[in-house]
């Protein structure tokens, strides 16, 4: 049976963690986030950082098992600290990454570890009996939990950049019915799906969207102005990858998703109500600009035949104008553009008519 854990219980580890999800937000203590925004922060982790956490659990892995779990007769507490300090490697670079640095994790807990464990083991084993080996066994079980983290981070990312690239950045209409039309198309395409199986490194467990959860409701209060109340659901995860699918998923059914920036190529929460093709990150070779900004300025050189493009082509020439004689400042200039290109595109989606596109732009 699925143990829930305690509403007292304030720390959160790789195998056992809590997540409330309440309206579009999702809280991890009084931290609140967006709905896929995590899920999406997982996603822009590098090749190159993916390598190197795996390289480091690999050797804290390997050196654990030699220095630490071997009978007792063939290692010593120098031995344990060795492996305590490749531990404190692998540490100090896992924190950084999404999701963990989020989850209310207590890193002090691990910085001296293995030794007391050893001293606390063998306190109380005078010799490699079955009782010592129980409690060998239920250290192992915690530190798989952070060895699984790793492979649940490589598998989301084989499987999620996979149908992010390949069915969602190729919609027309992002909103939950088409979300759910590219996930179906995913989800039946047997041709993608070993692709991803394959891609899947070695020894991994391959995708289930089966998901063993602890799940129940509480009421807890909106950590905004309103301070109203509101019935949240409380998810308890024994692993990482079973969030991150959550995450990602449930942002999906209320028109949040990954999108790409067109212009750093990096990935960011496409809220619902929205069509841009741009993040708010500072642009590269920017010190000021957003990608947003940079792009806005970029679509403004294209040629323009529709109503709402016309409109947008005048406001932003009587934004440049304005700009030029020092009527408004250039931060000024750069987040009015970006405000038109956003009315224009959700003009051009029916979002809005032309006719409210030109009042709204005919009032700046």
């Known amino acids: 049976m699925f143990e829930i854990k ?9 195998d056992l963690f809590t997540v409330r999800f309440a309206r579009e937000k999702l809280y991890i203590g009084d931290t609140s986030y967006p709905i896929g925004q ?37 290692h010593s507490r120098d031995m344990v600290l060795e492996a305590q300090g490749a531990w404190n490697q692998f540490m100090a670079f896992a924190k950084e ?6 989850l209310r994790i207590p890193m002090k807990e691990f910085q001296d570890m293995l030794p007391s464990a050893y ?18 066994e239920m250290f192992a079980e915690m530190i798989f939990g952070w060895i699984r983290m790793v492979n649940d981070i490589a598998t989301f990312l084989s499987y999620a950049s996979a149908f992010v690239n390949l069915f969602l950045e190729r919609l027309k209409y992002h909103n ?52 109203s109340f509101c019935i949240a659901e409380r998810f308890v995860f024994t692993n990482l990858f079973s969030f991150l699918q959550v995450d990602l998923y449930r942002g999906l059914m209320i028109g949040h998703a990954p999108k790409k920036c067109q212009n750093c190529g990096k990935y960011f929460l496409l809220e619902k109500g929205y069509h841009v093709s741009y993040c708010t990150n500072i642009a590269p070779g920017e010190t000021t600009r957003t990608c947003r900004q940079v792009g806005a300025h970029k679509k403004s050189a294209a040629q323009t035949k529709t109503p709402a493009q016309a409109e947008y082509q005048k406001l932003y020439n009587r934004l440049k104008t304005r700009k030029n004689r020092k009527k408004i400042s250039v931060e000024e200039w750069n987040q009015a553009v970006a405000w038109a290109q956003e009315m224009k595109d959700k003009a051009e989606q029916g979002e809005i008519s032309e006719w409210e596109l030109k009042e709204m732009f005919e009032r700046v």
Do not use: W
């Open 38 to 74: 995590l899920s999406v922060d997982m996603l822009n982790v590098s090749k190159e950082s993916m390598l190197k956490l795996k390289s480091l659990s690999e050797s804290f892995a390997k050196t654990i098992d030699q220095k630490f779990f071997s009978p007792k007769e063939q």
């Open 6 to 14: 305690s509403l007292a219980e304030k720390r959160d580890y790789p």
């Open 97 to 102: 990454f999404p999701v963990i640095k989020d």
């Open 119 to 136: 001293d606390e083991i063998h306190g109380k084993c005078s010799d490699v009996t079955q009782e010592c080996s129980m409690y060998y």
């Open 176 to 227: 939950p019915e088409a979300y759910a039309s590219a996930y179906y198309d995913f989800m039946t395409n047997r041709q993608v799906q070993l692709e991803i199986e394959k891609a899947i490194p070695h020894g991994l467990p391959l995708i289930n969207q089966t998901h063993e959860v602890g799940l129940e409701f509480v009421t807890m209060t909106e950590q905004d102005e309103s301070q």
